[in-house]
């Protein structure tokens, strides 16, 4: 090691006034091991040319723990030891030159608990715009049992939302109500009343639907809890439409949840934009009142979808799961939204599972337990259809909504057929697949023969047959499903 | 109408090796298999009648089959599925539900609506057949 980046142990030395590199102040110790309730972080750091990437990451610990850019003798009326925040392993990335894994280990005693606003406000607060850095990307997070067990975690969870639908054994069916914008409150009740009676389980406002003048949002929940309760009872089932609740203040949203919960809706919805904290209070709000909540993922690509600087989207996902909400958006692979197979995969499974083993071949750098808060159910949404059936249940599995918007509304024979269409599809996929056949291979068959005693699934599968969104994905992980790199 | 409740209800009528093979699908991942039937189709009625306790030991999915055999036998007139159960931790909640029997007719649900405060309704959805007593619902 160079020493310039030993820690000056010397007080005398160390708490002189002036400047110093944050690697001699302390933030960087290379033979620490991370305590099992620490919080750990790994951040993509970008170093300045001329910038040495071992000071680099410890001035990311220094400056999201307790440093200032110069010694400060107040240092010594603290346990200041415990509260700085340690890099402790410096990794250059795989086939990019001028990256590097930087691996910054936190105490417990750092963090408010069950407050995301909090840890934020630490670890990409201040430290995200410091000079030394070309980008920084916080690319992954090891949450403590102990930590997380100061969250509430998601109100419902995947296991009770299915048993208050009453629905089982296959993946959830949604659309999103288009135009997004114009229609009035009658026009947008029909849509709902259509694709619920044609098969959908939900339908969904989009993430700017709020109270605009064309309509205002008492009207499109009365006409929407309308079209619900019609079109369960055309059918015999639980039907839902994620009312969106987001608003300016806390006070609006929670007058319009509760009218929501009035008119007996089961699920309400929220935008990631409103912020983290009152992401929480909804979900607080949602336990209290046996209501399902959505989130939809509004403003996530404007700092999780470029590499080297911003916060991936499975760090967002691992907040949203202890903040507390019980579906977000995940990305569908094969749709027209960002997301290759296997970063895919790796969201997925911080949403649904019990514990997540490293899988740097997804993008997973840590193992993480979740210590029994509830599971997500990840949505996926923007530019599917019927004749992928067989890759959306291969890619995703069974416990996601699957929402075919304009797969739905845009069918040439209207709503229901295309609600119908793609519920057909689903069930006869999910029944091929359970009766042991290669869904991956033979999935177009599957359809063709569905289709023959469905005529909109026909239809559907002859309006979209050609429709893919081929584009190279801009986040890919950064190994090969057989790392090189040892962890 | 047509109830479309389970995983299964757009498709054709299951046959019973259609049952058969999806009972063997629950079976091989180690989930216990059961059979229910119902005059009472309404989307929240959880608790339909239980036909014998769930299969916990059973590794054929044939079994499965005689037992919504038998259970047609005796209501044939009602709605029966099949549901498989999965205690793992973390579940233990139902992983597959399908209806596998059905009513010759099906009158289906009617909305009641009481018209409150302000332009508020309360909704209430009713099956037309809960108007006769148990047993008297169906043919």
């Known amino acids: 090691m160079k020493d310039d980046a030993k820690t000056v142990t010397d007080a005398k030395k160390r708490y002189s006034a002036g400047v110093m590199k944050y690697a001699q102040m302390g933030y960087w110790e290379p033979d620490y091991e991370p305590k099992d309730t620490d919080i750990i972080a790994l951040f993509r750091i970008t170093p300045q040319d001329g910038v040495d990437e071992i000071e680099a990451a410890a001035a990311v610990a220094g400056e999201s723990s307790t440093a200032t850019w110069t010694v400060v003798w107040t240092d010594r009326l603290t346990a200041c030891d415990k509260y700085r925040a340690k890099a ?9 030159p001028g990256e590097f894994f930087a691996y910054i280990a936190y105490d417990l005693d750092l963090f408010e608990p069950g407050s995301i606003a909090n840890l934020t406000a630490s670890i990409i607060g201040n430290v995200f715009g410091f000079k030394p850095l070309k980008a920084l990307r916080l690319e992954d997070m090891r949450l403590s049992t102990a930590y997380v067990k100061t969250f509430q975690g998601p109100a419902t969870g995947i296991v009770v939302e299915r048993e208050r639908l009453n629905a089982y054994g296959r993946p ?5 109500v288009k135009p997004k914008l114009g229609l009035s409150g009658r026009n947008y009740g029909r849509v709902v009343y259509e694709a ?6 939900f339908t969904k406002d989009d993430e700017n639907i709020n109270s605009q003048p064309f309509m205002h949002w008492r009207d499109r929940f009365l006409y929407c809890m309308e079209a619900v309760n019609r079109a369960s009872a055309a059918t015999g089932e639980v039907k839902g439409t994620y009312l969106n609740v987001t608003a300016a203040t806390m006070e609006e949203m929670y007058e319009r949840a509760e009218f929501a919960k009035s008119l007996g809706s089961v699920i309400i919805m929220i935008d990631l934009v409103i912020g983290y904290t009152a992401i929480q209070s909804m979900a607080k709000w949602a336990r209290a009142n046996d209501m399902i909540l959505h989130l939809h993922r ?4 404007t700092y999780t979808r470029q590499r080297s600087h911003g916060v991936s989207f499975r760090v967002i996902a691992k907040w949203m799961r202890l903040s507390g909400v019980d579906h ?3 990305g569908t692979v094969v749709g027209k939204l960002e997301g290759d197979p296997a970063t895919t995969k790796g969201y997925y499974d911080i949403f649904r599972e019990e514990y997540n083993p490293m899988a740097l071949e997804n993008g997973i750098f840590f193992d993480q337990d979740w210590a029994s808060l509830n599971k997500m159910m990840p949505v996926a949404s923007g530019g599917i259809h019927a004749g992928q059936m067989h890759q959306l249940l291969t890619y995703l599995g069974e416990d996601v909504v699957l929402q075919f918007g304009g797969g739905t509304i845009g069918h040439p024979h209207g709503i ?16 091929a697949r359970n009766a042991g056949r290669d869904i991956w291979n033979e999935g177009e068959d599957i359809l063709r023969d569905a289709a023959k005693t469905c005529t909109p699934l026909k239809q559907a599968l002859d309006t979209w047959k050609d429709v893919t969104f081929d584009y190279a994905s801009t986040d890919a992980p950064d190994f090969a499903p057989t790392p090189e790199v040892s962890a | 109408m047509r109830l479309r409740q389970g995983q299964f209800s757009f498709l054709p009528d299951l046959t019973d090796d259609d049952i058969r093979t999806q009972a063997q699908y629950a079976i091989d991942n180690g989930w216990a298999v059961s059979v229910e039937y119902t005059d009472d189709p309404h989307p929240r009625n959880s608790y339909w009648e239980m036909w014998g306790h769930p299969m916990f030991d059973n590794p054929d999915a044939a079994a499965v089959v005689f037992e919504v055999n038998e259970c047609r036998k005796e209501h044939g007139g009602k709605y029966i599925r099949v549901l498989a159960f999965d205690a793992t931790a973390g579940w233990e909640s139902i992983r597959m539900s399908f209806i596998v029997n059905r009513p010759a007719e099906e009158p289906g649900f009617r909305v009641v609506r009481q018209e409150v405060d302000g332009r508020s309704v309360r909704y209430t959805i009713e099956s037309y057949a809960v108007r006769e007593p148990e047993g008297q619902r169906y043919a």
């Open chain 1, 298 to 301: 509004a403003g996530h690509s």
């Open chain 1, 196 to 201: 619920l009676k044609g098969g959908l389980d």
């Open chain 1, 172 to 176: 959830l069916l949604g659309a999103t």
């Open chain 1, 416 to 431: 229901e057929a295309g609600a119908t269409a793609n519920r057909v599809a689903l069930e006869s996929m999910v029944f």
């Open chain 1, 88 to 96: 402790y392993r410096v990794d250059p990335v795989p086939n990019s």
């Open chain 1, 328 to 330: 977000l958006h995940a």
